[in-house]
């Protein structure tokens, strides 16, 4: 079955770290650009970072740009997400996707359309309390 698995959320306090991975089963993570996504309650998805298939390439909403740090290691089929400095308004359950091409365009990302991602995870709960 070809499935994404994130893991590595929690509740952490305002300033607090935390790894977030995205393991992926049944296909070679190494074929896809991985992008990470948050959806806050009553709030739109939105793109957070996005790596390529070779890991040369990455890039980050402002939101997050100097605090979260996104990296791969295809050997182990797993895409990471280096959260520091973290804040409440980052309170948001993570998704990871798999795609061909990162959907940054314009300093938005795009997951719909002619842009949607192959692969999903369920997603995993980050939580920071103040």
């Known amino acids: 079955q070809l499935q994404l698995v994130e893991s590595g959320g929690g509740l952490v306090q305002r300033g607090g770290s935390l790894r977030l991975s995205c393991a992926a089963s049944?296909?070679?993570?190494?074929?896809?650009?991985i992008g990470w996504f948050r959806q806050a309650p009553g709030k739109e998805r939105e793109g957070v970072s996005c790596?390529?298939?070779?890991?040369?390439?990455?890039n980050y909403a402002d939101s997050v740009k100097g605090r979260f740090t996104i990296s791969r290691a295809n050997a182990k089929n797993t895409v990471y997400l280096q959260m520091n400095s973290l804040k409440p308004v980052d309170t948001a359950v993570y998704y990871c996707?798999?795609?061909?091409?990162?959907?940054?365009?314009?300093?938005?990302?795009?997951?719909?359309?002619?842009?949607?991602?192959?692969?999903w995870g369920r997603g995993t709960q980050v939580t920071v309390s103040s």
């Open positions: 790596i390529s298939s070779s890991g040369g390439s990455t």
């Open positions: 996707a798999a795609r061909v091409k990162c959907t940054y365009y314009s300093g938005r990302y795009y997951y719909t359309g002619i842009h949607a991602y192959d692969y």
């Open positions: 049944g296909f070679s993570l190494g074929d896809y650009a």
